[in-house]
């Protein structure tokens, strides 16, 4: 079982940068690819990027360029790191994690986070 605790969520102006967090419990972090996903009011929940245990990534086309994800397996923390936010960008971001590779497929994953909010204004 893994638990995943999302934090670094707040408000921000469109330009602005936010750093979110998200901590695994377990021994096995390094085993598992991470993933982040984001839901908008009214809208479903949408893939924004993954990382595989060993540090392949891949990201949606609307965050490429801005967004970047990251991995500390010492710390069983990924990170993703969101620069030049739009108004776009608000939603709740969730974390979360499976076995194996990354995936941009919701139904892959095992585990999910409770989220953070994003708000950014224009």
């Known amino acids: 079982q893994v638990q995943l605790v999302e934090s670094g969520g707040g408000s921000a102006q469109a330009g602005d940068s936010l750093r979110l967090s998200c901590a695994a419990s377990?021994?096995?972090?390094?085993?598992?690819?991470m993933g982040w996903f984001r839901q908008a009011p009214g809208k479903e929940r949408e893939f924004v990027t993954t990382?595989?245990?060993?540090?392949?990534?891949y990201y949606a086309d609307s965050v490429k360029g801005r967004f970047t994800i990251s991995r500390d397996n010492a710390k069983n923390t990924v990170y993703l790191q969101m620069n030049i936010l739009k108004p776009e960008d608000t939603a709740v971001y969730y974390c979360?994690?499976?076995?194996?590779?990354?995936?941009?497929?919701?139904?892959?994953?095992?585990?999910w986070g409770k989220g953070t909010q994003v708000t950014v204004s224009s």
């Open positions: 990382i595989w245990g060993g540090g392949i990534t």
């Open positions: 979360a994690a499976r076995r194996g590779y990354g995936s941009s497929r919701m139904h892959e994953y095992d585990y």
């Open positions: 377990g021994r096995t972090f390094g085993t598992y690819a």
